[in-house]
């Protein structure tokens, strides 16, 4: 069975650094695309960072600190935030999309979901 599984979230003061990551078990073959989104409480997933194909893309409120990188190898995807402001606590979630396992292709998978929280 493919799974996504996060770790790494927590409580950190403002200007802090976290490092999240994401692992994508299973027998998996390939994975298109790997990102990381976020949800708080009343509002819409929203798209945090994505790595496809050797591109990375950014929301325009994380540009210049988070930082999100692929170990092609592990099928794990990092997020690496820093300058932390209390406007980034959310739930972040994993997402992996075109995931190739043995007999088919799941298109759009999502992890559980990890707590981010930063203090003022």
């Known amino acids: 069975q493919v799974q996504l599984v996060e770790s790494g979230g927590g409580l950190v003061q403002a200007g802090g650094s976290l490092r999240l990551s994401c692992v994508a078990s299973?027998?998996?073959?390939?994975?298109?695309?790997m990102g990381w989104y976020r949800q708080t409480p009343g509002n819409q997933r929203e798209l945090v960072a994505i790595?496809?194909?050797?591109?990375?893309n950014y929301a325009d409120s994380v540009k210049g600190r988070f930082a999100i990188s692929r170990d092609n190898a592990k099928n794990t995807v990092y997020l690496q935030m820093n300058s932390l402001k209390p406007e980034d606590t959310a739930v972040y979630y994993c997402?992996?999309?075109?995931?190739?396992?043995?007999?088919?292709?799941?298109?759009?998978?999502w992890g559980q979901g990890t707590q981010v929280t930063v203090s003022s």
């Open positions: 997402n992996a999309q075109g995931v190739q396992t043995v007999g088919y292709v799941r298109g759009n998978m």
């Open positions: 299973g027998r998996i073959f390939s994975i298109n695309s």
């Open positions: 790595s496809s194909g050797g591109i990375t």
